[in-house]
């Protein structure tokens, strides 16, 4: 079917379009049919004297939201949703919506977040919610652009995989043939061994799945992370990278999501680099919690109030820290990245030093024999690195001041959400 999308009409020519019946008014002697694609409202004119009474009858009995396609000449008409109208000689209905409707398409009631991710086909309909997907891939797009500009290479590494990346008890178990196996929590351990492999840079934009049993509006069980590694950077380095990438993004989506942010109602403040750099022991002081603790969400509002912008925090106690992080006396050289409402990224210049790597596996428990695939490739050659973790939908909440961060996933997974 060969259609014009709304956003590319002109006026004085012959078109055919096709959208969702979005409002019918009848006037007398003039009706309307609001017509909604993927761009917008376009507003179908019907002059009793210029078009049939018969397709005046046949539009008239279309039910809301029912798919139609729309062939007629396009006026210029300023007072109209997009600056035109058309004036139709055809309309077919290729697709009848029952009523009642499962929501509201015209945004004049909102209903609850249960009920639009219930229905999502139908909530993405809605302008204002199809904004935050727009801008989603636009974000991914950039993310993409950014590390691909700065020499890293995109790789895809095993969902499903036989140990915990970290040692937690926070996995998805699964059956995998006669063997008990998991979803992978994070990209962690093969992207490191990329490093081995001679890869120097890397990026995964994947899912990494939590089995924890949160109910928050900051946690899912199934995230989009965005993942990096880079030989012979250190932490200071990745830090720079981090910053100078969530910078881009701002930029990008307030230079190319225009309509969408305008959808959302939001006006789009660019962060400035660099961050400032706060060390745990401040922190917490500034959080009022005891030396060993990490920082819970009361802790992350405290010192989030206080700073006022995104911020890193830096110098963590090393047991705070995953066992492949590079200690330094009783620190370590991690960090988190840290929008005032929580946090959006974990990263550390990485331990490459074999027999270091072991004595820190040991001192948190773990055994180095789940490891053995793992440690083998810090045997025969591998670079310092460093790297970090960056949740895709934490970056998106926060950017766009959602509420909460099942807004922005198009099927969140939670505690109580397996379906749709
Ligand atoms: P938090 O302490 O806030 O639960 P975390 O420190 O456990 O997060 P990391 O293991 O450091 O998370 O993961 C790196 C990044 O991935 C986080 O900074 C966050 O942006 C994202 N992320 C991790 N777990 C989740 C989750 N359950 N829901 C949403 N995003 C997550
Ligand atoms: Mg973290």
């Given at each position: 079917?060969?259609?014009?999308?709304?956003?590319?009409?002109?006026?004085?020519?012959?078109?055919?379009?096709?959208?969702?019946?979005?409002?019918?008014?009848?006037?007398?002697?003039?009706?309307?049919?609001?017509l909604?694609?993927?761009d917008?409202?376009m507003?179908i004119t019907?002059?009793?004297?210029?078009?049939?009474?018969?397709?005046?009858?046949?539009?008239?009995?279309?039910?809301?939201?029912?798919?139609?396609?729309?062939?007629g000449?396009?006026?210029?008409?300023?007072?109209?949703?997009q600056g035109?109208?058309?004036i139709?000689?055809?309309?077919?209905?290729?697709?009848?919506?029952?009523?009642?409707?499962?929501?509201?398409?015209?945004?004049?009631?909102?209903?609850?977040?249960?009920t639009?991710?219930?229905?999502?086909?139908?909530?993405?309909?809605l302008?204002?919610t199809?904004?935050i997907?727009?801008?989603?891939?636009?974000?991914?797009?950039?993310?993409?652009?950014f590390?691909?500009?700065h020499?890293?290479?995109?790789?895809?590494?095993?969902?499903?995989?036989?140990t915990?990346?970290?040692g937690?008890?926070?996995?998805?178990?699964?059956?995998?043939?006669?063997?008990e196996?998991?979803?992978?929590?994070?990209?962690?351990?093969?992207?490191?061994?990329?490093?081995?492999?001679?890869?120097?840079?890397?990026?995964?934009?994947?899912?990494?799945?939590?089995?924890?049993?949160?109910?928050?509006?900051?946690?899912?069980?199934?995230?989009?992370s965005?993942?990096?590694?880079?030989?012979?950077l250190?932490?200071?380095?990745v830090m720079?990278?981090?910053?100078?990438?969530?910078r881009?993004?701002?930029?990008?989506?307030?230079?190319?999501?225009?309509?969408?942010?305008?959808?959302l109602?939001?006006?789009?403040l660019?962060?400035?680099?660099?961050?400032?750099?706060?060390?745990?022991?401040?922190?917490?002081?500034?959080?009022?919690?005891?030396?060993?603790?990490?920082?819970?969400?009361?802790?992350?509002?405290?010192?989030?109030?206080?700073?006022g912008?995104?911020?890193?925090?830096?110098?963590?106690?090393?047991?705070?820290?995953?066992?492949?992080?590079?200690?330094?006396?009783?620190?370590?050289?991690?960090?988190?990245?840290?929008?005032?409402?929580?946090?959006l990224?974990?990263?550390?210049?990485?331990i490459?030093?074999?027999?270091?790597?072991?004595?820190?596996?040991?001192?948190?428990?773990?055994?180095?024999?789940?490891?053995?695939?793992?440690?083998?490739?810090?045997?025969?050659?591998?670079?310092?690195?460093?790297?970090?973790?960056?949740?895709?939908?934490?970056?998106?909440?926060?950017?766009?001041?959602?509420?909460?961060?099942?807004?922005?996933?198009?099927?969140?997974?939670?505690?109580?959400?397996?379906?749709?």
């Amino acid at each position: 079917m060969k259609l014009t999308r709304s956003s590319a009409i002109v006026p004085e020519t012959d078109v055919t379009v096709a959208g969702w019946v979005h409002e019918l008014r009848d006037l007398g002697g003039i009706s309307f049919l609001l017509l909604r694609d993927r761009d917008g409202i376009m507003q179908i004119t019907m002059p009793k004297k210029k078009v049939p009474p018969e397709l005046v009858e046949h539009v008239r009995s279309l039910s809301r939201e029912s798919v139609v396609r729309v062939a007629g000449l396009v006026k210029e008409e300023l007072k109209a949703p997009q600056g035109f109208e058309i004036i139709p000689y055809e309309v077919e209905l290729l697709s009848a919506a029952e009523s009642p409707l499962p929501l509201d398409v015209t945004g004049k009631v909102r209903a609850d977040l249960d009920t639009r991710l219930d229905a999502r086909f139908m909530d993405v309909r809605l302008p204002a919610t199809r904004a935050i997907f727009l801008i989603r891939a636009t974000v991914l797009q950039e993310v993409r652009a950014f590390l691909s500009a700065h020499d890293f290479i995109e790789i895809q590494t095993p969902k499903m995989v036989a140990t915990a990346t970290e040692g937690g008890t926070q996995l998805f178990p699964i059956s995998y043939f006669d063997r008990e196996a998991f979803l992978n929590q994070s990209p962690q351990l093969y992207k490191q061994i990329m490093m081995a492999a001679g890869l120097e840079r890397v990026f995964e934009v994947g899912p990494i799945f939590r089995a924890e049993e949160h109910d928050t509006r900051k946690h899912l069980n199934e995230v989009t992370s965005i993942d990096i590694e880079a030989s012979f950077l250190d932490d200071r380095e990745v830090m720079e990278l981090l910053e100078e990438l969530i910078r881009h993004v701002y930029v990008a989506v307030a230079e190319r999501c225009s309509a969408s942010l305008q959808a959302l109602g939001v006006s789009l403040l660019i962060p400035n680099i660099p961050f400032k750099r706060i060390a745990y022991a401040e922190a917490i002081e500034t959080a009022d919690i005891p030396w060993g603790d990490d920082l819970d969400t009361a802790a992350e509002k405290a010192v989030g109030e206080e700073v006022g912008e995104h911020y890193f925090i830096v110098d963590w106690p090393v047991e705070l820290k995953p066992f492949y992080v590079q200690p330094r006396n009783n620190l370590c050289y991690a960090f988190d990245l840290m929008h005032p409402r929580m946090e959006l990224a974990s990263g550390a210049r990485r331990i490459h030093d074999y027999a270091l790597l072991v004595e820190q596996l040991a001192s948190k428990s773990l055994a180095p024999e789940n490891f053995g695939f793992y440690l083998d490739a810090f045997r025969f050659g591998m670079p310092p690195h460093a790297g970090w973790g960056l949740g895709a939908e934490r970056l998106l909440v926060t950017m766009l001041g959602l509420a909460n961060i099942r807004e922005s996933v198009l099927f969140p997974r939670d505690r109580r959400r397996i379906t749709p």
